[in-house]
């Protein structure tokens, strides 16, 4: 395979949506800076390399909402960016970064967020799990940033048949063999993760029939 994700980094000093092109980023928090006026929260992580990602108002209130206040307490806590292409500026989808999971949470979290004066549109984050938190697991193992990717990748198919894709890839089915093999617990997480969503968008479809049927 020739990633081309890799040749499409935006030249900045900051983390950009087209950065995510080539698929969601979980990252680990080293520190939590002031920024400038336009940008006042600057996010600093592991492997960052002095691109540190400014999060929009509506994710500083995520934040807030899931870790409180104390940007200084995010050290060492984990979560999960991703391209969310939908987002507009001056009326034109040019993409946003949001987030789709964070560490320090069991269950999904709904927040009902501001979208434009006057509406709230509801948001929900979802627990992080990731094996790189425990203590067993090398910060050199390079599986650790190959399940995260999966395990939000499956967390996020918008349907069924995409669902159905990620998990026939013939990338993802050697990597969940050779773990298996190996008896690494990581394989079961994978799997979780493919069941959950698909418990999920079996669960909106019938909802989204019932709601079709004449009263």
């Known amino acids: 395979m020739v990633d081309l994700s890799k040749t499409i980094i935006a030249k900045s000093d900051q983390l950009n949506v087209d950065d995510l092109m080539g698929g969601p980023l979980t990252v680990r928090i080293q520190d939590v800076r002031e920024g400038n006026a336009d940008q006042p929260i600057a996010i600093f992580y592991e492997g960052c390399n ?3 990602y400014y999060p929009c108002k509506s994710m ?24 969310e292409p939908s987002v507009k500026f001056g009326g034109i989808a040019v993409g946003g970064i949001r987030i789709s999971h964070m560490t320090d949470i069991t269950q999904d979290t709904p927040l009902a967020l501001q979208v434009t004066r006057g509406s709230k549109k509801l948001y929900t984050v979802k627990p992080l799990r990731v094996q790189q938190e425990q203590p067993k697991q090398a910060s050199g193992d390079a599986w650790t940033p190959w399940i995260s990717r999966w395990v939000a990748a499956l967390s996020q198919a918008s349907s069924l048949a995409k669902l159905e894709e990620l998990t026939a890839n013939e990338k993802y089915r050697e990597g969940l063999e050779k773990l298996a093999g190996r008896e690494d617990p990581r394989a079961q997480e994978l799997q979780n993760a493919a069941a959950q969503r698909a418990e999920e968008l079996t669960q909106a479809a019938s909802e989204d029939a019932d709601d079709m049927v004449p009263a």
């Not at 209130?61 to 806590?77: C, F, I, M, P, S």
């Open 60 to 83: 500083r209130r995520v934040l807030v909402n899931v870790w409180g206040k104390d940007g200084k307490a995010y050290a060492g806590k984990g979560m999960t960016l991703f391209r």
């Open 50 to 52: 002095g691109k540190p």
